[in-house]
């Protein structure tokens, strides 16, 4: 019996571009985080998991996941309720929302880059217009807070540079910058929404807010959600700009803001250690293919509606 | 008990007025289609009876209490919308039971998860109903499905069934019937028409398919252009047009028209031969209108024409004829005996029953005037 090789000309294009441009890519880094490669060098030593062992024993990598994960776990969850709640608001504006919705995406469109000139600049101590406002509160019924009157009997903190505030402060520009996002998601996900829906809910008694969400929106928005969630988890994973621009040397104040794209531009391409620079990578992508399977399973189990 | 009444309800959309004035109203119990073309405002009508539509003026009340500014979900009214607007992510059995849920649960009865256990015996209880209305409906293989694995008409029905799980005052549908394909149409005519025989609740239904109209309801109010043009049984709306706008959309094939004129000598001039009335009328030109089942073929008819087509649909064909005089082709039903003589393009003779012709003015209105059933010569 003769088989057709036809298929094969069907598959083999898309399939040899794949390997080509993302499985030899991911390959060599693997295969580099076992080595002790610098580049430039002619060899490089087989080290086995050595690197692997550093990242997970040692300080400064212990600092890079608590960095990392603390900015995750708040950015996350703050950037998907705040896109969802702006995108609500904005949905029932009806016409007005489009004003908002050009605000609230504005910083997603501007270069972080940049913007983190701003945030410094109003984040300054001494010239910043945060700790300026701050200042103003003193004397009122705000000093019943005790941090509150601390930082009016000495200073307020530095935002940026104190290692207690750092990892939040950016945590904040993050969220500020991120939500627009996930609410255009948002916004495309509510539009789906067949106006029916809510009609039948009311005629079913549903009657306030919070019942026609839980009835409707949510459950509709199921599959955005899930691809919201797994968009920022992987956006927030991949947080750089922002740290280089703040803090070129050392991510930050005891590395308290060390996260691990950074980690990563710092030992593989400043101090050009490829081996961990490629270890760290393959970490990276582990967590990524972790959510995007949990992604998968969501998808396929809660969310579709067949 | 239960009346419903609209009173001269007003609504615009922007600048068009979409209802004008639109007075109706419905006995407790009855099936009331509202019937008209696309676009006429039914939909809205029937929102704004629902409450899901603000009218601009009027009134609404139902069982003799103003309902005009009273939210839908107190109005106590089911409604079936056309796209069945089920919740996906619900099965069927928890489609049914969300209106239970939502009348008949606290607040903390509704909570996911510890909900079902805190309200155990109202959960009971409301997962009765819901197996009793599927039994009903015999959906009850379904129960567990969602909607998105069941067919048009399995939708269809768990529509039904959501809106029957509690006792409303009346059964809102619009269109309900539409995305079914055409047998299956027909077959829930007959079901929908038994069901309201069963629950003697008010149905208020909504379709622009005048046979919908004509086989379910027990009265039906022809609208057109935001208005409710006549209102009353199918027989008499179909034999008694008060218009020729009504004449026209109430029968399919559609009525047979022509210009035709009252002479000055009181007779009637129809495509080249004279009638003459009960009462004579003053010369003025008028509409006839005479339906295809009230013409009929004969060799000693006063009509002629060249058939150009015939429709043929077993129990009836119906024969398109050409007639000079006459703007539009002239429909007539035959019976297929009589049908098979006639070849296409031949000539054939063909009369009238004079007590069943429709005069109307040229605005429209309806002459209450019949024509004399034998012919003074
Ligand atoms: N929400 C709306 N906004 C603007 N125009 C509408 C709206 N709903 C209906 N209309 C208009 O009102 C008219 C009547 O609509 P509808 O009641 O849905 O007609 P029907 O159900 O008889 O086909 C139509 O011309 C339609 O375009
Ligand atoms: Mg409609």
Known sequence: ???????????????????????????????????????????????????????????????????????????????????????????????????????????????????????????????GVVNATLERGCGTILENWAWYAKGCERTFPLWLNDRDYAIWTVSFIGIWQGFGFNMVL???????????????????????????????????????????????????????????????????????????????????????LMGIGAAITVVFLAFVMILTLIQRWFVERRTHYV | MSKISLQSIEKSFGETPVLKQVSLDIEEGEFVTLVGPSGCGKSTLLRILSGLEQADAG???????????????????????????????????????????????????????????????????????????????????????????????????????????????????????????????????????????????????VTHDQAEALTMSDRMAVMMHGNILQVGPPDEIYANPNCLEVARFIGSPAINTFAAEIQSDGHLALIGTTLSLVQPLTRAPVTVGIRPEHLFLSPTGRFQGHVRYRENLGSDVFLHLDVEGAQQPVVLRANPAQAAQVTLRNRVCFDLEPDKVLLFQSTGERLPCALATREVA
């Open chain 1, 1 to 127: 019996m003769q088989q057709s090789r036809a298929h094969l000309w069907f598959i083999g294009p898309a399939l040899a571009l794949m390997v080509v441009i993302l499985l030899i890519p991911i390959a060599i880094a693997a295969g580099l985080s076992l080595t002790d490669y610098s580049l430039g060098n002619s060899g490089a030593e087989f080290v086995g998991l050595e690197n692997y062992e550093k990242i997970f024993t040692r300080s400064t990598y212990e600092k890079m996941f608590g960095a990392t994960f603390r900015y995750v776990f708040v950015v996350v969850p703050l950037t998907v309720g705040l896109g969802l709640g702006a995108a609500m608001m904005i949905h029932s504006l009806g016409r007005i929302g489009d004003i908002y919705k050009t605000i609230y995406f504005l910083p997603v469109m501007a270069a972080l880059i940049a913007m983190a000139i701003v945030w410094e600049f109003a984040f300054h101590p001494t010239i």
């Open chain 1, 186 to 272: 948002y916004l495309a996900g509510l539009t789906s929404i067949p106006p029916s829906l809510y009609d039948a809910a009311e005629m079913d008694g549903a009657q306030s807010g919070w019942d026609r969400f839980r009835l409707v929106t949510w459950p509709m928005l199921g599959p955005t959600t899930v691809f919201v969630i797994t968009i920022s988890f992987i956006r927030t994973f991949q947080v750089f700009d922002m740290v280089e621009a703040f803090y070129p040397q050392g991510g930050g104040p005891s590395k308290s803001v060390y996260v691990m794209m950074f980690a990563i531009y710092e030992k593989g391409i400043q101090q050009n």
């Open chain 2, 59 to 205: 009134r609404v009340s139902i069982g003799g209490m103003n309902v005009t500014d009273v939210r839908p979900a107190e109005r106590n009214l089911a409604m079936v919308f056309q796209s069945y607007a089920l919740y996906p992510h619900l099965s069927v059995a928890d489609n049914m039971m969300t209106p239970l849920r939502m009348r008949d649960l606290p607040m903390w009865g509704r909570l996911p998860m510890i909900g079902p256990l805190l309200a155990r015996d109202t959960y009971r209880v409301m997962q009765g109903q819901v197996r009793e209305v599927a039994e009903t409906l015999k959906i009850t293989p379904l129960l567990d499905r969602k909607p998105g694995q069941l067919s048009g008409g399995q939708r269809q029905r768990v529509a039904l069934g959501r809106a029957m799980v509690r006792q409303p005052v009346a059964f809102l549908m619009d269109e309900p019937l539409s995305n079914l394909d055409a047998a299956l149409r027909v077959h829930m005519r007959a079901e929908l028409s038994e069901l309201h025989r069963r629950l003697k609740t008010t149905f208020v239904y």
